[in-house]
């Protein structure tokens, strides 16, 4: 297959490839540092992947919650 780009065809511009890094941060951070450089130089180092953005959800949790506590990627501002 041969993909042939549009110039006619224009968008915003891209400002930069990233990735979500969803339960990855929280598996290998407590690899020793050796490890995490390597992976960190793979994904986001010139000879890599060359990724600049990283998304991580800080209020993410696996663990069930109760009905009361708070849960921050969920909470909204409320009128008075």
Do not use: H
């Not at 060359?50 to 921050?72: D, H, K, M």
């Amino acid at each position: 297959m041969t993909i042939t780009p549009n110039p006619a065809y224009a968008s915003e511009p891209f400002e930069g490839w990233g990735t979500s890094l969803v339960w990855f941060a929280n598996a290998t951070g407590g690899y020793p540092e050796a490890v995490r450089q390597d992976l960190l130089d793979k994904v986001f180092g010139e000879k890599g992947l060359n990724l600049n953005i990283a998304r991580y959800n800080i209020g993410g949790c696996s663990r069930r919650r109760e009905p009361s506590a708070p849960q921050p990627s969920r909470q909204r501002e409320r009128s008075p």
